[in-house]
């Protein structure tokens, strides 16, 4: 009797296999997706409540809080591109069913780093609204992007979750804590993109390698280490960002600044807020300055920015700082207002 030739048994089967249960629901028995029939399911009350956050530049923030965008009212446009979203999520993710939403809602909260996006779905039915409201969420804070990208091409849509949902026989979900989207997502890292110093005060700074923070004393090296309030300055690379116009070549150092970040809105940070910055630890003193009469950006362009989006520091932990390391916000509240410098008008 001739051999059977057997061919090998198809992928899908085998994940099939190694599912037990209703593990996976949306998998059939070959182990590819399927739409799973939802038709003997109770119909119950189901809310469900998603969170995103999008983070720009401080000057693009400020856009939004004016309505100076060239597209128009950027959150008045992103909310109805939420509802209309999560009203059409059934045909944008392949195995979601056509559910009739009974509300929508997408709020907005304008922080010191970018803008919170929440929504809020609810239906009466067999299944439940959370991809509606991620849904809801990713469109606005797309949305959000498009209605501002002529202005900041390096906007990104982060932290997209699920905060809650109720209703269903799988029970409730509440993300651990139980916070909304604007008292969690507020960036509260920044990125270091140059550290610098410099021998005189009242000149610019140079990049360097690395910088060695003294306890006490502020930059090993640097003319404005000594024992004050102002031992090492931070500049958020936003800031001069908004100044290229007038000074394509600025560099990192111009604003004689020891350490320029990125992602963080800076002179948001109470004074008293405690920072890490690469292996060191540092405490904000003062919020912006008085410009010197002297300041060579200022007698250029008219303006300096480390007025107005600057900090300073104390060292209360040596250590070491490169471009490419992380300052993180390790105490204190980012507040979405502005705070006032120490230094009355000098922001």
């Not at 606005?140 to 002529?150: E, F, P, R, S, V």
């Not at 003319?223 to 300055?233: D, E, F, K, L």
């Not at 394509?248 to 600044?257: I, K, M, N, R, V």
Request: charged residues 25%.
């Amino acid at each position: 009797m001739a051999e059977k030739n057997v061919g090998p048994a198809e992928p899908g089967a085998a994940v099939a296999a190694s599912i037990k249960g209703d593990d996976l629901t949306h998998v059939n028995e070959q182990g590819r997706a399927r739409m799973v029939d939802v038709g003997a399911k109770p119909r119950t009350a189901r809310r469900a409540v998603a969170a995103g956050f999008v983070r720009m530049a401080p000057s693009t923030v400020e856009l939004v809080r004016t309505g100076g965008a060239k597209k128009g009212d950027v959150l008045g446009v992103a909310q109805v591109a939420g509802i209309m979203a999560a009203k059409r999520c059934w045909e944008l993710v392949p195995m979601c069913h056509q559910v009739a939403l009974t509300g929508v809602d997408v709020r907005f909260s304008v922080e010191a780093g970018g803008v919170a996006v929440e929504a809020e779905c609810r239906c009466t039915g067999e299944t439940g609204v959370e991809m509606e409201a991620l849904t809801a969420v990713s469109v606005a804070g797309l949305t959000i992007y498009d209605m501002l990208k002529a202005h900041q091409r390096d906007m990104v849509i982060e932290e997209v979750r699920l905060l809650e949902k109720s209703g269903g026989a799988s029970g409730d979900f509440h993300l651990t804590g139980g916070q909304s989207l604007c008292h969690v997502m507020r960036p509260r890292v920044a990125t270091v993109e140059a550290v610098c110093v410099s021998e005189r005060k009242g000149t610019r700074k140079h990049p360097v390698d690395e910088i060695e923070l003294v306890p006490g004393r502020g930059v090993a090296g640097d003319a404005h280490a000594g024992n004050w309030h102002r031992q090492v300055s931070l500049l958020p690379a936003e800031a001069v960002d908004t100044m290229r116009d007038m000074l394509p070549e600025l560099a990192p150092g111009d604003f004689a600044e020891n350490i320029l970040t990125r992602g963080l809105d800076l002179k948001a940070l109470p004074v008293g807020t405690v920072l890490s910055a690469g292996t060191a630890e540092l405490v904000v003193t003062q919020i912006g300055k008085t410009c010197h009469n002297d300041c060579e950006i200022s007698r250029l362009t008219g303006k300096c920015v480390m007025p107005r989006e600057g900090i300073f520091c104390v060292v209360t932990r040596g250590g070491v700082v490169r471009a490419g390391d992380q300052v993180k916000v390790m105490t204190g509240d980012v507040p979405s207002g502005d705070v006032s410098s120490s230094e009355g008008g000098a922001r």
